[in-house]
């Protein structure tokens, strides 16, 4: 088949399995940056078998595809992405109380919506995950986490599909969790949904916390203005915005991407940034601190192309 009939092939597919679908679909609308070009293909599954069957015809047609959770730490090319974005909708946004102390929850469920039910239960633990502008796909994905807390902390067991159309379940010694890292960040599955062991609290000192950590981030972090949250991992001994910040960086800016003075550790999009524009300024930035302090800084922000 051409290249043309695989990509018709794989919407008629994607109709009939009940999914969503949008052709040409600017990322600019599907990432927290508010940057990027066209989706060729843009498609919302619904259940776990359209899930299956979206993923096994990319595969043995060898359409290039990508799993998209909230776009909160993606930058998108200007080109846009060849091939099928895939987000998770319909059932992979459920979430319910599995026992007193346990919450279960598709991969599409936000981050703001799972510690919101959390404190609706009376359950703490996820108190940290209150304002990431993410979901639990992405969140498990990357082990995130603030405040002193992580995913890794109450993430008691997740199933994934490999690309074979595998369903498999994981528990807690099997994620190789780390700093931004996990199991998911070493094969290419797809994280369905999750199981969270948590701790009954007392609801009031819950949502104090809560409202502590969003007031901190509001205090903090320039949330008035479209960004990926933090660009950088945190150093060896130190921070990527201490770092930045040392180095007379705030405010520089390349294009519409511009480094917050509200905090050296975000990049953001002032109007009409460009892919090209933050990829320059995080070059520019990454050189600047190494020349001047010796710290080589990596990338959290995942840019795709």
Request: net charge neutral; proline share 2%; with cysteine.
């Amino acid at each position: 088949m051409t290249d043309s009939q695989i990509k018709n092939t794989f919407c008629e597919k994607a109709l009939e399995c009940g999914c969503d679908l949008l052709m040409d679909e600017p990322m600019s609308r599907h990432t927290t940056f508010k940057i990027g070009g066209p989706a060729e293909i843009f498609v919302e599954a619904k259940n776990v078998e359209a899930l299956k069957n979206l993923v096994s015809w990319a595969e043995e047609s060898k359409l290039k595809y990508m799993l998209l959770g909230n776009g909160s730490n993606l930058l998108v090319s200007d080109k846009g992405i060849e091939g099928a974005v895939i987000t998770l909708g319909g059932e992979f946004k459920d979430i319910r109380l599995v026992s007193e102390d346990t919450i279960a929850c598709g991969a599409g469920v936000t981050l703001a919506k799972l510690s919101s039910f959390a404190l609706e239960n009376s359950l703490e633990g996820l108190e940290f995950a209150w304002g990431i502008p993410g979901t639990v796909g992405g969140a498990v994905f990357m082990n995130a986490g603030a405040y002193g807390g992580e995913i890794k902390d109450v993430l008691k067991t997740c199933r994934h599909m490999t690309q074979d159309g595998q369903v498999v379940t994981l528990s807690e010694n099997d994620f190789n969790f780390g700093y931004r890292k996990s199991i998911y960040k070493e094969n290419k599955w797809t994280i369905l949904d999750c199981v969270f062991k948590l701790k009954k609290g007392n609801k009031e000192d819950i949502k104090a916390k809560m409202t502590d950590f969003m007031n901190r981030r509001t205090s903090k972090q320039p949330l008035e203005y479209p960004s990926a949250g933090s660009v950088f991992k945190r150093p060896e001994g130190n921070f990527a915005g201490t770092l930045i910040e040392q180095c007379g960086l705030k405010g520089t800016s390349v294009g519409g991407a511009c480094v917050s003075e509200k905090h050296a550790g975000f990049i953001i999009n002032k109007g009409g940034a460009t892919c090209k524009d933050v990829c320059d300024l995080v070059e520019l930035i990454q050189k600047t601190v190494k020349d001047k302090t010796g710290y080589q800084l990596e990338r959290e922000l995942i840019i795709v192309e």
